[in-house]
């Protein structure tokens, strides 16, 4: 089964860039990763989605190596209402299952 | 246009018992995923239905069952209720979970469901 390792928590300042970075083995080779936002009691909501190289949506951008070992997950000048948790997503290289990761919480400070 | 539906919101029941989840794809989608979702834990990828069958599984007992329905929605069934089958139960819809499509097309993610076993 594919493993991931993101950090468990990073502290961030309103107006910063924020990165987040996955680490995950043994992924599909054609399939996508993908980031997600969480808020306590709700559903994961989708941040931004790609394949490899670079990806860029309105709210993020998302960084993958040709190896497609680790993607990171860049946020441009956060703000207080960007204090989440973050997952990755990847397809297990081992068969068809999705994996998340641990997840990642964010405490944007002002 | 309507987003992912779960029902009920929360749910009580008791060890041993059984209880059905329920989970509206968003309008246009025809896939359907579950997850389960300990508290401070990611989701657990349960399995994912497309055209009325159970595409992929993870690694969940035979007492996680589901269905899909031809309009596309989903139940999701879980017997003999253990104190540890306590969580948020999440549904996800995507479209063109076709067979040879990538499993991780975009999904769109419901609030959820939370289960408490006592």
């Known amino acids: 089964l594919a493993k991931t390792t993101q950090p468990i928590s990073m502290d961030s300042y309103e107006g910063q860039e924020v990165n987040i970075t996955c680490s995950h083995n043994n992924i599909a080779t054609n399939d996508y990763i993908t980031w997600y936002q969480q808020f306590p009691s709700q559903g994961p909501r989708f941040i931004i989605q790609g394949y490899k190289t670079k990806v860029t949506n309105e709210v993020a951008s998302l960084f993958i190596p040709a190896d497609r070992k680790s993607s990171t997950l860049s946020l441009p000048r956060v703000s207080l209402s960007d204090t989440a948790v973050y997952y990755c997503?990847?397809?297990?290289?081992?068969?068809?299952?999705?994996?998340f990761g641990a997840g990642t919480i964010l405490r944007v400070k002002s | 246009d309507a987003g992912v539906t779960q029902s009920p919101t929360h749910l009580i029941k008791t060890r041993g018992q059984q209880v059905t989840l329920r989970c509206s794809p968003k309008s246009g989608h025809d896939t359907v995923s579950w997850y389960q979702q300990a508290l401070g834990q990611g989701p657990q990828f349960i399995f994912q239905y497309y055209e009325e069958e159970e595409r992929q599984r993870g690694n969940f007992p035979d007492r996680f069952s589901g269905h899909q329905f031809p309009n596309y929605s989903s139940e999701l069934n879980v017997n003999a209720l253990l104190l540890g089958d306590s969580a948020l139960y999440l549904c996800?819809?995507?479209?063109?979970?076709?067979?040879?499509?990538?499993?991780?097309?975009?999904?769109?993610f419901g609030p959820g469901t939370r289960l408490t076993v006592l």
């Open positions: 996800a819809s995507s479209l063109g979970g076709g067979w040879g499509k990538s499993i991780t097309d975009t999904q769109y």
């Open positions: 997503l990847v397809g297990d290289g081992d068969g068809n299952k999705l994996v």
